[in-house]
């Protein structure tokens, strides 16, 4: 089934996200290289995953090139990076010249850096736990990346309703969690094709949260945004940008 709108299939499983990118070769290596990602290749391009292909990052060659710059406004906002040990990702990448913002604890959300790839994609490196909690292992200094996976692809949305009619009630992905962020005009709504159930029947409970980072298969993160009057854009087939949710 396509969506003229949201320019993605819902059938099935879903399990990545399409990235339309200038040059493939140099940024699959980016996250081989310093995110310890794997790669194949893929008719048009390449596929990127860590240990478990639960989620795949595909890239694929843009018709034209252009240079890419992510904006508020658009549907796509970003990858993000579950991994247990945050502060020996954050040592390892600044050791090696990777732009990466220190960690943080945000709110009641998470322990989180952010970055963003060589062609400007944005990605969220996102500990286990929060910060002060016990870490659910000890990464090794030099492959802090061992036990990462790719969590959440992140779109945002002002049409909620229809968002979580098309992924929740005709897809069947389940609502694991609801995260409210109303004063700074957003709240954020996970889902996910899976048959656990969060410890806390109330979706809103701060305890779900670490849990739900601790997942080893991916969740859509929508982030909706207040303002519905704005509308998010979508690149057309081809140009540099998202492209599409995968689903098997």
């Not at 699959?28 to 194949?40: A, G």
């Not at 109303?182 to 996910?192: K, N």
């Not at 779900?208 to 009057?229: A, F, K, M």
């Amino acid at each position: 089934m396509q969506d003229s709108f949201t320019n993605l299939g819902t059938d099935g499983v879903f399990h990545g996200v399409t990235l339309a990118v200038n040059d493939v070769h140099r940024l699959s290596s980016f996250y081989v290289d310093h995110l310890s990602m794997k790669r194949r290749n893929v008719g048009g391009g390449v596929e990127l995953f860590f240990d478990s292909d639960a989620c795949i990052l595909r890239l694929v060659h843009a018709e034209v090139s252009c240079p890419y710059a992510s904006s508020p406004r658009d549907r796509y906002w970003k990858i993000g990076i579950t991994l247990p040990d945050l502060d020996a990702a954050y040592q390892y990448l600044t050791s090696r010249g990777v732009g990466v913002s220190r960690p943080h604890q945000f709110e009641d959300i998470g322990y989180m850096s952010h970055m963003t790839d060589p062609e400007g994609f944005q990605i969220e490196l996102l500990q286990h736990t929060f910060a002060g909690q016990a870490k659910t292992a000890q990464a090794d200094p030099e492959a802090p990346f061992s036990e990462a996976a790719i969590g959440q692809v992140t779109l945002r949305t002002t049409n909620l309703e229809r968002d979580l009619k098309r992924f929740h009630s005709e897809n069947g992905m389940r609502l694991l969690s609801v995260q409210r962020l109303t004063h700074y005009g957003f709240d954020l709504y996970f889902l996910a094709k899976t048959v656990e159930i969060p410890p806390a029947s109330d979706l809103e409970a701060v305890e779900n949260r670490p849990w739900l980072w601790q997942r080893t298969y991916v969740t859509l993160e929508l982030q909706h945004i207040h303002e519905s009057d704005v509308p998010l854009t979508i690149p057309p087939k081809g140009q540099v940008g998202y492209q599409g949710l995968l689903f098997r």
